[in-house]
């Protein structure tokens, strides 16, 4: 038997610059890999699920929706959104402000010649009822923290 056939020899392990790596279980590493699977099994997982749970709320939220009444306290309709990247379309959206509700954007049913229109209308202020999704409006707290502005579905002016 030659000298590194040799039972009990502790010769060190390297790393790939050549330094000394402590001696560690089999049971911690194994533990290490399990651990560093399931991290990117979460991220991949969390990822997969926020794009499909998207689609699906937006779905859903067609129609299932709630009345919310808001003050109006001004509107845009002159800012068209972008997809942004080349090749990227462009939609047309009102932006509205609130006092109570918080900002809002409606893009459905707004077109290039509705939309200065329906800024017009809304810009009058008031109290109007909006029609929200309802997946999205029960997860308002979490969009707040993003800075995400409700979507709108629909309105009417309270007299």
Known sequence: MSRREQPGDDEPER???GRRVPPQSRRRVMMGRILAL???????VVGVLGIFGSFVMTEYDKTHQVAIECIVT?????????GGGRGATSFSQVM?????CGPLAMTFGINK?????VAAELSEGGSFIFQFGAAEESLRPFFDVFDVRATVYSYSKID
């Not at 509205?96 to 109570?100: A, M, Q, R, V």
């Open 15 to 17: 790393d790939a610059w």
């Open 38 to 44: 399931a991290g990117m099994l979460v991220v991949v």
């Open 74 to 82: 001004g509107a845009d309709g002159e800012k068209a959104a972008s």
């Open 96 to 100: 509205i402000e609130t006092s109570d």
């Open 113 to 117: 010649s509705n939309r200065v229109e």
